[in-house]
């Protein structure tokens, strides 16, 4: 069944009226038509609804049921991720989306070489953000993940804060024999709430990031003993955390 | 330090030539010369290797130091992916190679919408193949994956009595309540030396092949709550078997 998100709210008659996209989506897209059912993501929680009426600019709906499970991890996983070249952020972002991430805040890291424009940021930003709704759709999640505009090394510093756990994939650790297992350090923290991790772009992370990183309360994760691109780390880790707390 | 796969054999006097593209690479591509070292994995190991001389066409190596150490996922992990759309193949053979996989299967699924005739089956294979030695090289593998042309339903049944686990990774648990936990299938296999994961095309297999495979020994797995792509699904498990196993 289609899955559509909607910030409408839902009125005193249980109704709801979706328009722009997503309404000529259902209708010209799909055909659908009255009767026809869909589940709706509206204020948190996914409903099956049912369409009463519709045109391809606004369609309304009536609640039929509440759905009570949530397929979103019991645990809040952010990514800060190193900017990349080429197309990899919308890769990562379609993955992660699927493997449950909360937040990604691109990271303009000292060995990034792609740099983000004020321009270039806003319709990148739209992009991402839309492949993310997709993606959310499609992997039948409750909550579109934030695409955050990109950070650099205080602004990060700042949102770490936030939250209770902290790692940073240092891919000189892979490298080396000093490996500490992601599996022993998981299950440390498996009362925690918050996980943010940061992953650096092409080349790794700078050895003076690394450093302030560490000094900031953040641990050095390792992710097995083969070296992951930087659009493979972040996947890594939300499969292995969904694995061991789903 | 770069790494090279061969075949070539190391002769009594420690010595190694390469010839071909990787040849080229050494000397033109990278500017490599005498006293220059590489990683060479030559007869299933890796070594330590310094170049002695060498042209664009043939290089003449010596070994410094032979690796102990192995990179290889301690369990044989093969992945039967049924056919799908596009460029997903490759991207799913990137990033699998990356994660450890041992063999890939493409499976000429009932709701594969892509048929390779004989043609196209060579170029994809050396394509693929192709991508699985780079990706192998570079997250510093000891054994490029096998890449197998297209199979059916009884060779995959003929190919799947040679693992001692089979699983199939099947979309429609995961929308309905029967979970069986990924976590708790693997950890009751802990002990077995190699496992085979069948995973759909776009819109999953067809009943008659999931019935079918129950029938010959094969596992149903959930792969979390969210529905995974056909291309992230394979990637999932085996961050989840590394994780587990590594």
């Given at each position: 069944m289609q899955r559509y998100f909607t910030d409408e709210p839902i009125n005193d008659n249980n109704l709801i009226t979706i328009t722009g996209e997503d309404a000529h989506h259902m209708i010209?897209?799909?055909r659908m038509s009255p009767g026809d059912q869909v589940y709706v993501v509206a204020e948190n929680f996914t409903y099956t609804m049912k369409i009463m009426e519709g045109t391809s600019k606004a369609v309304v709906l009536q609640i039929v049921d509440k759905l009570?499970?949530?397929?979103?991890?019991p645990i809040k996983v952010s990514i800060v991720c190193g900017?990349?070249?080429?197309d990899k952020l919308e890769l990562i972002t379609q993955k992660a989306t699927e493997l449950g991430m909360h937040t990604l805040y691109p990271y303009e890291a000292k060995r990034s070489i792609v740099k983000w424009d004020k321009q270039k940021n806003e319709k990148k930003l739209v992009r991402l953000q839309k492949i993310a709704k997709e993606a959310a759709e499609q992997s039948h999640r409750s909550r579109i993940p934030t695409i955050h505009s990109p950070i650099n090394l205080n602004e990060l510093l700042e949102i770490a804060q936030k939250y209770d756990v902290k790692f940073v994939a240092d891919e000189e650790d892979a490298k080396h024999e000093q490996r500490q297992k992601f599996a022993e350090q998981l299950k440390k923290v498996y009362d925690k709430k918050s996980i943010l991790i940061v992953f650096g772009p092409e080349g790794g992370l700078d050895r003076s990031e690394v450093k302030v990183l560490l000094e900031n309360d953040f641990q050095p994760i390792s992710l097995g003993p083969r070296i992951l691109r930087t659009e493979t780390a972040p996947l890594y880790a939300l499969a292995a955390i969904s694995y061991e707390y789903e």
């Open positions: 010209q897209v799909m009570t499970s949530s397929n979103e991890m900017l990349p070249k080429g």
